[in-house]
């Protein structure tokens, strides 16, 4: 069974995901490693997976959920491996 706030979130999620992906596509956030854009569909589509769990295939989108959950975490860590000094973002 889904809760409100799973699609409230995913809603979320989607919403930033376009608004990011915008930003990208523009040059607005050249600095930002391209990998990290992979990280957020990821993320994306793991919410998006919470919510339909609640529908059918509980354990099989359980278990997508978390891998692709998964899968982003390791993705923006490797992104920010290769930040270089010179492409710090707080700066």
Do not use: D
């Not at 930002?32 to 997976?49: E, K």
């Not at 359980?62 to 899968?71: D, G, P, V, Y």
């Not at 982003?72 to 010179?86: D, H, S, T, V």
């Amino acid at each position: 069974m889904h809760e409100s706030k799973e699609i409230i979130n995913m809603l979320a999620s989607v919403a930033f995901f376009i608004y990011f992906f915008y930003l990208v596509r523009k040059g607005k956030c050249n600095r930002i490693p391209a990998i990290w854009l992979y990280g957020v569909l990821l993320i994306t589509l793991s919410n998006i997976c919470t919510v339909v769990e609640g529908f059918l295939l509980f354990n099989f989108f359980n278990m997508l959920e978390h891998i692709l959950f998964t899968m982003a975490c390791i993705l923006f860590f490797i992104g920010a491996l290769r930040l270089k000094p010179e492409n710090n973002l707080l700066l």
